[in-house]
């Protein structure tokens, strides 16, 4: 089967099927004047890879401030281990797998309802600015930015370093400077057209480090003369932290930062080798190190300063709170995995109430080549090449072909119910092996107390089954 991103909305209710009517924010006021929205990612940055949770070689200065201006959410996880998947849970408050994004390289699907069309059809103009990777950002395609919702865009197929060629709506445009500080100026210009007028904005800002290969600028190397191969690494972490200060002090300079929400999050655990992870195990791996995350939620005039909560958040959270911050509705919404924040926001939010699921399907990724295709593509552009390999558009992007079996669940899962962790791991035999950590007890998930009370083990099971039989159903396409 195949239905267009355009055609689904249509048969949605048009619009997204997104009413605004009587509309009241999540404070219960009058509607008034609806806040901008920044969401800030990084590519590889473990929990632990910041200042503010005691790293020993790490100088980050702005991120401190965030992280006491804001709400800091100390048990933020990722949607997924790895990059694409956590993007796509982030644009549609979905498990990834829902729609097939099971590793680097996957797209989302044109059916899929985006916060970015939401936000636009609710009267916001939308940016995206950096790494894309869950679709392609040449002109033409149903899964690049525009597309997806986004009205202006400037972005990567994937990771990118210093002086990189970017897609501006589809052109190939060189830029020069740091990676994050390039990410960051396209998103100022972007918030400056906007700032003041009749329209919020919502800007995504999505870095490409500090993803290998590590390339640091200079200003940021002489932090860390004595760190040895980590040099690049660190110094790459310390250009985001520029680059959100940047951000920050253009909010204040413009006098809007009373009325943006900013967050920042990474997009998998720490990198092994390089970064300080959560917990066991670390990036591809479902094992909290592998997942879990540094974010923080800064809105001055919603949210007091130095806040910090332990409940258990993730990425397919951001959807619904932005949905609901701004009093949309979404008719003809696709099954939510996430859940609204705004309680927490307005510090009435003690537990999540809903269990949270991971699957790491068992499949290879797909490379996404940003500096050789967009090099190429500039030069095509420019007349002084002619059949170059170039991003391909995802045109079966849509194709719902395969039917996905509730009778297997190939790949590592998960199913958090705090404090309680269930591990399913199901190998390629098809042989099924489960463990269960306490994670208040033992965040290092290295005691296995499966087996030890039938009854929790089979209440765990029977919801993480119910879950990844939901998931493959919205794999089969069954939410359209």
Wanted: with cysteine.
């Amino acid at each position: 089967m195949h239905i267009g991103r355009r055609e689904f909305l249509k048969a949605a209710g048009g619009v997204a099927g997104l009413l605004m009517a009587g509309a009241v924010d999540v404070f219960g006021a009058d509607r008034g004047k609806r806040p901008n929205i920044v969401l800030c990612m990084a590519d590889d940055q473990g929990w632990g890879d910041m200042e503010y949770y005691g790293h020993p070689e790490l100088e980050t200065p702005n991120f401190n401030e965030l992280s006491k201006n804001g709400l800091r959410f100390d048990r933020f996880y990722a949607a997924a281990p790895v990059c694409s998947p956590t993007r796509g849970s982030v644009m549609t408050g979905r498990h990834p797998n829902r729609f097939g994004c099971f590793k680097w390289g996957y797209t989302l699907r044109p059916q899929e309802v985006t916060i970015a069309e939401v936000l636009r059809n609710s009267g916001y103009v939308t940016g995206h600015f950096g790494k894309w990777h869950i679709g392609s950002v040449r002109r033409g395609s149903q899964v690049n930015p525009g597309s997806s919702g986004f009205d202006e865009w400037v972005s990567s197929p994937n990771f990118f370093d210093n002086d990189p060629v970017m897609s501006r709506e589809g052109d190939a445009v060189q830029m020069e400077g740091e990676s994050s500080m390039v990410t960051a100026e396209a998103a100022i210009d972007f918030m400056r057209k906007y700032a003041g007028g009749g329209e919020p904005f919502f800007a995504v800002v999505w870095f490409g480090s500090p993803h290998n290969p590590h390339r640091g600028a200079e200003e940021d190397l002489e932090h860390y003369a004595d760190a040895g191969k980590k040099s690049d690494f660190y110094a790459e972490i310390s250009g985001m932290d520029r680059a959100v200060g940047r951000l920050r002090d253009e909010l204040r300079y413009m006098g809007i930062e009373e009325d943006t929400v900013f967050w920042y999050c990474s997009d998998n655990g720490g990198l092994p080798g390089y970064g300080a992870t959560g917990g066991r195990g670390h990036k591809g791996m479902v094992y909290e190190g592998g997942l879990r995350v540094p974010a923080v939620l800064e809105w001055p005039g919603k949210i007091e300063a130095g806040r910090v909560t332990d409940v258990p958040c993730n990425t397919v959270d951001i959807y619904p709170t932005l949905v609901d911050i701004v009093g949309a509705k979404v008719e003809k919404q696709p099954v939510l995995d996430g859940v609204s924040l705004a309680g927490m926001i307005r510090g009435e939010m003690e537990e999540r109430g809903k269990g949270m699921g991971f699957w790491d399907y068992a499949t290879g990724g797909k490379p996404v080549f940003s500096d050789r295709w967009m090099k190429n593509l500039l030069k095509v552009q420019s007349g002084s090449a002619e059949g170059l390999e170039l991003e391909h558009l995802h045109a079966d992007a849509g194709k719902i072909e395969k039917r996905y079996s509730k009778e297997s669940f190939a790949g590592h899962a998960a199913w958090l119910v705090w404090p309680w962790k269930l591990h399913r791991i199901e190998n390629k035999e098809g042989a099924v092996k489960f463990e269960l950590y306490n994670l208040e007890r033992d965040p290092g998930e290295k005691e296995d107390v499966f087996g030890e009370s039938e009854g929790r083990d089979e209440r765990f099971k029977a919801g993480l089954r119910e879950w990844l039989e939901s998931v493959v159903d919205s794999l089969n396409g069954e939410d359209y």
